[in-house]
């Protein structure tokens, strides 16, 4: 299993929960040097990819969704790759990394004109065996559950990560329903629907 910083597994975590699998925007509290060196470290270990557009968008710290542009002028953007998302335990969706309409620069707002779209229904996704996740929904299916600590204890997560799973990787892209409920002795404990 790739080892991650909690830097770096909040921003994975961040981009492959994002329709077009964007990097940006980074954590507002990443900025500058910090940035370029994490985001640096992730492009060298295969983790994430630039992907140049035919956008001549310039960068703009403001908006903070494009990453850089090339000498030409065009826009490059930064996207998660199947590594990217394998080393948070998610299956990628298909054999490319790249999203759809990666050729695009996202745009900084949606037309004021355009009707509110209805949140889609969460892709039935199975996680691959032996992966963090996978064992992340096993605890929760055991008789019993599972609280934070002994999750956290399971995987080496930190417990900030463990309810990002949940809300996350869990809710959004398994579309499970992860319940909690307060034992005395244990304190919150959570817990899925068996099979």
């Not at 494009?66 to 298909?94: F, K, V």
């Not at 959004?172 to 629907?193: A, C, D, I, N």
Request: aromatic content about 2%.
């Amino acid at each position: 299993m790739t080892k991650l910083s909690d830097t770096q597994l909040v921003i994975l975590s961040a981009a492959a929960q994002r329709e077009d699998r964007n990097v940006l925007p980074l954590p507002g509290s990443l900025r500058g040097g910090a940035a370029a060196k994490v985001v640096g470290a992730l492009l060298k270990r295969g983790l994430i990819a630039e992907t140049t557009t035919d956008s001549r968008a310039q960068a703009d710290a403001a908006l903070n969704r494009i990453w850089r542009n090339d000498e030409g002028g065009n826009a490059i953007l930064l996207h998660i790759t199947d590594a990217g998302l394998a080393a948070i335990g998610i299956e990628p969706e298909s054999g490319d990394s790249a999203p759809t309409g990666a050729d695009e620069a996202p745009s900084a707002e949606a037309p004021k004109d355009a009707p509110a779209e209805p949140d889609p229904a969460p892709k039935a996704r199975t996680p691959r065996a032996g992966t963090k996740q996978a064992k992340l929904i096993e605890m929760l299916r055991a008789e019993g559950g599972a609280t934070i600590d002994e999750i956290v204890a399971e995987t080496g997560w930190q417990p900030h990560t463990v309810r990002g799973a949940f809300a996350g990787a869990l809710k959004k892209k398994l579309g499970l329903e992860v319940t909690s409920e307060k034992v005395e002795g244990r304190g919150r404990v959570y817990s899925l629907p068996r099979d």
